[in-house]
């Protein structure tokens, strides 16, 4: 990986820990995916029998509250993952997740390390938008933990994003510090599988907290730099 900048060296202005915008250039070939027709057939077979499964749930205040279920958006041959928290207003609307204030920064966080959103998978812990967009209560999470699972095993990532405390605690507990967390490689077994983990903040988190952006732009360089470890190509 070769990285530039107007000086040669590692240092970020604050206009690029403020924007995100790309200062950083990230050399990388072409997408050369391929996957055979009946692997994508049966994930696409499982993904459909999973949004029924969540679209049929029953006695959800956060279903009866919700015009539509948000399940997902991208590339789901992808082999980066990021799970966030769940559907705001506008994801409600559109029926798509990270599509608000928050999904144009998470535009501006993948576009900083030279990836595309269309070529990633993305999805939340709950499918439906909270009452009063408030955040999703423990028993609410732990209920659609269940499902988000059986998506990362669907989707099978070679790299899993957990953005935001909703997603770190749907998959490691409630005992964790977001804070704490953040920025260090784990390991999720999920089905005898193991998955590479980031936790990193929510962009909606940014947006309140603009000087958190620092913290995410490591984590970012920290995403890219495994990336390219593992050959992988997106």
């Given at each position: 990986?070769?990285?530039?900048?107007?000086?040669?060296?590692?240092?970020?202005?604050?206009?690029?820990?403020?924007?995100?915008?790309?200062?950083?250039?990230?050399?990388s070939k072409p997408i050369n995916r391929f996957?055979?027709?009946?692997?994508?057939?049966?994930?696409?077979?499982?993904?459909?029998?999973?949004?029924?499964?969540?679209?049929?749930?029953?006695?959800?205040?956060?279903?009866?509250?919700?015009?539509?279920?948000?399940?997902?958006?991208?590339?789901h041959r992808s082999p980066v993952m990021i799970?966030?928290?769940?559907?705001?207003?506008?994801?409600?609307?559109?029926g798509k997740p990270f599509v608000g204030d928050?999904?144009?920064?998470?535009?501006?966080?993948?576009?900083?390390?030279?990836?595309?959103?269309?070529?990633?998978?993305?999805?939340?812990?709950?499918?439906?938008?909270?009452?009063?967009?408030?955040?999703?209560?423990?028993?609410?999470?732990?209920?659609?933990?269940?499902?988000?699972?059986?998506?990362?095993?669907?989707?099978?990532?070679?790299?899993?994003?957990?953005?935001?405390?909703?997603?770190?605690?749907?998959?490691?507990?409630?005992?964790?510090?977001?804070?704490?967390?953040?920025?260090?490689?784990?390991?999720?077994?999920?089905?005898?599988?193991?998955?590479?983990?980031?936790?990193?903040?929510?962009?909606?988190?940014?947006?309140?907290?603009?000087?958190?952006?620092?913290?995410?732009?490591?984590?970012?360089?920290?995403?890219?730099?495994?990336?390219?470890?593992?050959?992988?190509?997106?």
């Open positions: 990986m070769i990285v530039k900048d107007k000086n040669q060296n590692d240092i970020i202005d604050q206009e690029l820990i403020n924007s995100f915008e790309i200062n950083y250039i990230f050399e996957k055979n027709k009946p692997t994508i057939e049966n994930t696409n077979y499982k993904l459909n029998n999973l949004k029924t499964k969540i679209q049929n749930i029953n006695n959800c205040d956060l279903k009866s509250n919700a015009k539509q279920l948000v399940f997902n958006d991208g590339d799970v966030g928290e769940g559907p705001g207003q506008k994801e409600d609307d559109l928050a999904g144009q920064l998470l535009n501006k966080m993948l576009s900083a390390i030279s990836i595309k959103r269309e070529n990633v998978y993305i999805t939340n812990v709950v499918n439906y938008i909270p009452p009063n967009n408030r955040k999703p209560e423990q028993a609410e999470i732990n209920r659609y933990s269940e499902f988000l699972r059986e998506h990362i095993s669907i989707i099978d990532p070679k790299i899993l994003i957990l953005m935001g405390s909703v997603a770190m605690e749907a998959l490691f507990g409630f005992k964790i510090k977001i804070s704490k967390e953040r920025g260090i490689w784990k390991e999720l077994i999920i089905s005898n599988k193991t998955y590479v983990v980031m936790i990193t903040f929510h962009p909606a988190y940014l947006l309140r907290l603009p000087d958190q952006k620092k913290y995410s732009w490591a984590d970012l360089k920290e995403i890219r730099k495994k990336i390219d470890e593992l050959k992988l190509k997106i």
